[in-house]
DNA sequence: CGTTTTTCTTAACCCACATCAAGTTTTGTA
DNA sequence: TACAAAACTTGATGTGGGTTAAGAAAAACG
């Protein structure tokens, strides 16, 4: 149950035995079957869940369209950040795209750890500066890179996005519609 | 000289006196004249600024075009995150847009600083929260706002930087060409 | 303070993506 | 396995931003 974790986590900082077991105790399994939410616009996120087994995104909606944020696949942390730090309602949706396991902390709980054990801290700071890096270069490429060109570095650095998830999922996270992606992929296949 | 530093620091935690003192006696001021070079490309980002005057921006360059990543103003803090972090070379740009006054901390005295004080794990992570929040929201706004909207969220979200920063500057953080920007102000004037 | 350089605007034309619409393929599931 | 729903593709047409070019306005600077 808890094996990815401590791989992942030992990927950030080395933890004793101890200080393992007692992170881990603050987490609560939790499945989410394909297509159910984790969280919805208009709430506060009092939860980041990380994922076991699965698939997750977050997305806005705006007049009625849906924008896809973010893909989190096996080993990351999923939940709305700036509603998680701020405390202030969400403005994005997080929901499954195929049956999910989660390992889900409270926001107090982590909070409390973050005090009570410092060590933690540096936790939270190479989480949130592993998202910085992340979402800068996300940042970059829709700044100056043509949909066609975040499309073929999709495909070359996360190939996971492009095996797992369907088209029209892909097209809005690139900022397009199903109908441009389309094209950008016939115009691949037709050589070139 | 440290006045705007203590400021900005006790928004993000309460220091003592002696806390603060420790901390401000590893940087290191620095002038830096307009169009005047913090950090280039390739360049390993071995220190990051706290600005006490002027304002400075990263930038991206692609095919010989600029794309202003962010601009940073009295209070922020400025250097390649992604380098920082990472000790691997930065792949943008930091220069003043202004005359500016820094205040400038090593990369290595930092991570001294986050280890021998966990206290400043804190800092760290909260530095690194807010800047994740930011850099969502940039995401965000490229990804489904129109350059229309992007430009109207700026003049009320961010004033400043409509009033202090050059019009083709702008027009390339938005992720347009000057021409653009030009005729989307026209529209604007207009009227509507 | 006048000259040079940079910045900003305007115009004409082009093109990639959006939109609207229809049809095809795939997937889900009873 | 058959049917309905969802996902994907293709076509016709529109539009906002890109490109190129030129000129006007503002800023930098000797």
Not at 12 to 37: C, D, G, M, N, V
Not at 171 to 181: D, H, Q, T, V
Request: aromatic share 12%; glycine share 6%.
């Amino acid at each position: 149950m808890f094996d990815r974790l401590q791989t992942s986590l030992a990927q950030l900082l080395p933890l004793s035995r101890e200080e393992f077991i007692s992170f881990a105790a603050l987490l609560t399994p939790r499945r989410l079957a394909k297509h159910e939410t984790f969280l919805r616009a208009g709430e506060i996120c009092t939860h980041i869940a990380f994922v076991n087994k699965g698939c997750l995104r977050y997305y806005y909606l705006k007049e009625g369209n849906e924008y896809n944020g973010q893909f989190f696949f096996e080993g990351a942390w999923v939940g709305d950040y700036q509603s998680f730090l701020s405390g202030q309602p969400s403005v994005q949706y997080v929901d499954a795209l195929e049956d999910s396991e989660l390992l889900v902390i409270p926001r107090t709980d982590l909070q409390r750890l973050y005090t009570e054990q410092p060590r933690f801290e540096r936790f939270g700071r190479l989480l949130a500066e592993n998202i910085v890096i992340g979402s800068q270069r996300r940042t970059a490429s829709l700044l100056f890179d043509s949909p066609e060109e975040r499309y073929l570095k999709l495909i070359t650095e996360r190939p996971k996005v492009v095996e797992r998830i369907a088209l029209h999922h892909i097209a809005s996270y690139l900022g397009i519609k199903p109908e441009s992606l389309s094209r950008i992929r016939k115009r691949l296949a037709d050589n070139r």
